[in-house]
């Protein structure tokens, strides 16, 4: 995530994210963060996880730009 525009705007010397999603169901089962707000970033999955929000619905939705929410797309494997 360092190359991330979201990571160069804090000058991050670590940043990387993983979420385990279930491929048959598209389930979120876990998210890990390290690097500037990823103790808000968890709570979006957190969420996602609790209510049945699937990867790909969380991938979809419209983030403001440029925030690290914004990078969830990246962070889904997608964009």
């Keep these: 995530m360092l190359d991330w525009f979201s990571a160069k705007t804090y000058a991050e010397t670590v940043a990387w994210s993983k979420v385990i999603v279930d491929q048959a169901t598209d389930r979120i089962l876990g998210a890990h963060f390290v690097g500037h707000s990823g103790q ?37 494997g997608h964009g």
């Design 40 to 76: 808000e970033l968890v709570n979006i999955f957190g969420l996602a996880m609790r209510f049945g929000i699937t990867a790909s619905q969380i991938r979809e939705n419209v983030y403001a730009y440029p925030t690290f929410s914004s990078d969830i797309r990246h962070m889904l």
